[in-house]
Nanobody
Framework: VQLQASGGGLVEAGESLRLSCGTS????????MGWYRQAPGKQREFVAA???????NYADSVMGRFTISRDNAKNTMYLQMDNLEPEDTAVYYC?????????????WGQGTQVTVSS
């Protein structure tokens, strides 16, 4: 497994979770990293991405609530999710690719389930 996601769980609305995605130094240092999610019966959607230089972008639906970051010493990317809403319930996947635009076609980790109860 080249990308290992973890940190999902069951929380109540308004609570927080932090997802982690670990990988090798080779993959981490040379690629954009991102998070996507897929809810039951819905299409996969972009959540957030971060470049090697730390530049970030977010989906409008999570702006101001989610924070993506990367720890270069640990080759790990994080997604801090605050003020979670039931609509955030989904399987979250981490991805890596040479650019943000290429993330859907890049490397994918296994998903981690996030469930937010109302």
């Amino acid at each position: 497994v080249q990308l290992q996601a973890s940190g999902g769980g069951l929380v109540e609305a308004g609570e927080s979770l932090r997802l982690s995605c670990g990988t090798s130094e080779t993959i981490f240092s040379n690629n954009a990293m991102g998070w996507y999610r897929q809810a039951p019966g819905k299409q996969r959607e972009f959540v957030a991405a971060i470049l090697p230089d730390g530049a970030t972008n977010y989906a409008d639906s999570v702006m101001g609530r989610f924070t993506i970051s990367r720890d270069n010493a640990k080759n790990t990317m994080y997604l801090q999710m605050d003020n979670l809403e039931p609509e955030d319930t989904a399987v979250y996947y981490c991805t890596a690719a040479h650019s943000v635009a290429r993330l859907p076609q890049g490397l994918w980790g296994q998903g981690t389930q996030v469930t937010v109860s109302s």
